[in-house]
């Protein structure tokens, strides 16, 4: 009974794993969609609460997961030390469609014990007017500040939903809250837009550096680097951004109206960034889209440094970064966001939208991307830390990095430790990658997995599920026919072969 309880249970496994191969490979239509975003595998699941008093401890160098409706302010705890700076951010997802103004976004904001904002940003979606993931960043730095956001003690993360928000009230009736979204288009009222956080810590350095800002650099536009392009398919959300290093890069598919693709780069301490993108032209279609093309690019943090539109017409069209200054420390101390932002060494992502009123225009079809990637200067040491980053690396540069960049390995960077938890994982469970890296299932399950990777998909399958069918039923008749006769209820052998069929 045990064995053939075994094998009945790998035929179940089979068939089970055939219908979940048979329901990926789905119609070609969903194919063509535009690539949703991707979640880092080991975010946390939190909530957001709508108090301080009830908010959840997010740990430094985690990753986590929660959503925020139209009208929302969320607040998140953080216990912060007298040493180091604090960078949090916050990533909002809009659904694939979704009905966004250029007003609405998300704001981020540090605040202390005292609602004093150490600081805060917000991230809007712009004349796109396409919903797509935007970035708002906040940060608590030591020595900023005499009086406020200095000592250790908890602080407070709060994200805010920013523009104008229209919908169904109580009862049906039509109600709206209006924040700064002048000019913006009604949003469903019941829509939700996911949310990424991170929080990074960076420790003190040593002292006796400089504390002034660059006053000048190269700020020349160099010559656009030339060859042959290789290929490189953009990632769907930062943690699975495609590396790039100096070179000329072309996306293996190109990138769809209403998507969004990312790259990283590895830039070390006294490098400079130079990156240019490129949109194709199409035969499809005619007519013009204002503002349809976006390049962003964000620091190791997550914080906006510089952001660049062009319109398109179905001609070639390309977008180019301001010239940046070389990566420095001291570069925290500039006023203005492009400089500011090239404050530590490490992974810069490149993230390109191109907006979902192109279709109307030009179709579905994905129109050709390059990208143009150049790094100028010699990668040198850093400021002096004095202790590590959480998480580990985030601002330096290392050897497997830049291979990573040339062959393409890609890997999450805000990573924490085992299922993404941090100490203490408050009231957050594991994200939606749970229990999916598990190589240890039961022997029905390598079984029925083994089948499926030897039979292929469709028919092949098909054909593979029948053999073993048939091969079941014969050893379940020879077993039969050499089996003893033994007792029905209760027996210690039935009870051995029970214990090994639940494994």
Known sequence: MGRRTVWWRAVAAVGAALCVTTAQSGPAAAADAPTPYSYAE??????????????????????????????????????????????????????????????????????DADAHRCSYETARFGPTRSGHPVTAWASREVGTDEYMCQGAGVYYVVVERVGSVTGAGPGGSTGSASGSGVGSPSTDASEEWGLELGFVSEPAVTKGGQTTAPQSWNSASPDAVSGDPEPRRGGSGFATASPLAQGVWQD??????????????????????????????????????????????????????????????????????????????????????????????????????????????????????????????????????????????????????????????????????????????????????????NSSGSGDQRLAMTVVAAGGIGTGSLLVLGLLVWTVVARRRAFAATEPEGPRHGTAARGRHGASSRG
Do not use: C
């Open 42 to 111: 080991d975010a946390s699941t939190v909530e957001g609460a709508s108090d301080s008093t009830g908010a959840v401890r997010l740990a430094a160098g985690k990753t986590y997961r929660s959503s925020i409706g139209p009208g929302d302010k969320l607040y998140f705890r953080l216990d912060l030390g007298a040493a180091a700076n604090a960078y949090v951010s916050a990533t909002a997802v809009p659904e694939a469609g979704a009905a966004v103004g250029s007003a609405d976004g998300v704001r981020v904001s540090l605040q």
């Open 252 to 437: 293996e598919v190109g990138i769809r109206a209403g998507e969004t693709l990312f790259y990283k780069v590895p830039v070390g301490w006294g490098q400079q960034l130079h990156a240019t993108a490129e949109l194709g032209s199409t035969t499809e279609g005619d007519g013009y889209v204002g503002n349809a093309f976006v390049m962003s690019l964000y620091n190791p943090v997550r914080g906006l440094v510089d952001d660049r539109t062009a319109n398109y017409g179905g001609d070639q069209r390309s977008v180019a970064l301001d010239p940046l200054p070389p990566v420095a420390y001291e570069n925290r101390f500039a006023p203005g966001e492009e400089v500011g932002g090239m404050r530590f060494a490490g992974w810069y992502y490149l993230a390109l939208h191109l907006g979902a009123p192109v279709a109307a225009r030009f179709g579905d079809e994905p129109i050709g991307l390059t990208l143009r990637v150049r790094l100028e200067g010699d990668a040198g040491a850093g400021p002096g830390y004095l202790g590590a980053s959480e998480p580990r690396g985030v601002f330096e540069v290392t050897e497997g990095d830049r291979e990573a960049a040339e062959d393409g390995t890609t890997g999450e960077t805000l990573e924490g430790g085992a299922g993404g938890r941090g100490d203490g994982g408050d009231t957050g469970s594991s994200g939606e990658g749970e229990g999916s890296g």
